[in-house]
T-cell receptor
């Protein structure tokens, strides 16, 4: 079975803290993604990576950075958390860049910044 | 991405088939139709996808019209655990936007005992 695992389901952080959200996939997928999902705004792509040490900005990269040191792991970093980054964060992966390849999601990480 | 239109909500009796429609009249020839569902507080779950032909897997069937302007997701024997928001998505073909999934409002499916 396809498995995308996000390390934390629920986090509460203070404004200004550095936050790490970790994601691991066990399917040897080339592509990994970080989204956030907010009511009324739908799913928005933050960053994605199509190879180790490669990254591309999505639609809303400001305030975020990512790291992909190993193929199976993709980390999202909030350098200095702010209240407007309170959201549900979703990690996803897909096999390669073919448009027919399914994107699989993790369970999501609910981040509250106070 | 082609836009999709789905009914806001639907009801279904447990054990009966749930048929969820989706219109995607501006779909391009190389765009796939995907269905996901999302149960509250969880990540989206992949259900099925197709390009032109009808598809079936262990979860559902996907019927795509010949002109590809609409499709129907069929859950053959709905259970209470199928209560969720169902999203119909059309995927862009390759390039740097291949990861950009656009989830619309979706259909809230409620399965009743």
């Amino acid at each position: 079975d396809v498995k995308v695992t996000q390390s934390s389901r629920y986090l509460v952080k203070r404004t200004g803290e550095k936050v790490f959200l970790e994601c691991v996939q066990d399917m040897d997928h080339e592509n990994m993604f970080w989204y956030r999902q907010d009511p009324g705004l739908g799913l928005r792509l933050i960053y994605f990576s199509y190879d180790v040490k490669m990254k591309e900005k999505g639609d809303i990269p400001e305030g975020y950075s990512v790291s992909r040191e190993k193929k199976e792991r993709f980390s999202l970093i909030l350098e200095s958390a702010s209240t407007n980054q309170t959201s549900m964060y979703l990690c996803a992966s897909s096999l390669d860049r073919d448009s027919g390849n399914t994107i699989y999601f993790g369970e999501g990480s609910w981040l509250t910044v106070v | 991405d082609a836009k999709t239109t789905q009914p806001t909500s639907m009801d279904c009796a447990e054990g009966r088939a749930a048929n969820l429609p989706c219109n995607h009249s501006t779909i391009s020839g190389n765009e796939y139709v995907y269905w996901y569902r999302q149960i509250h507080s969880q990540g989206p779950q992949y259900i099925i996808h197709g390009l032109k032909n009808n598809e079936t897997n262990e979860m559902a069937s996907l019927i795509i019209t010949e002109d590809r302007k609409s499709s129907t997701l069929i859950l053959p024997h709905a259970t209470l655990r199928d209560t969720a928001v169902y999203y119909c998505i059309v995927r862009v073909a390759g390039g740097t936007s291949y990861g950009k999934l656009t989830f619309g409002q979706g259909t809230i499916l409620t399965v009743h005992p």
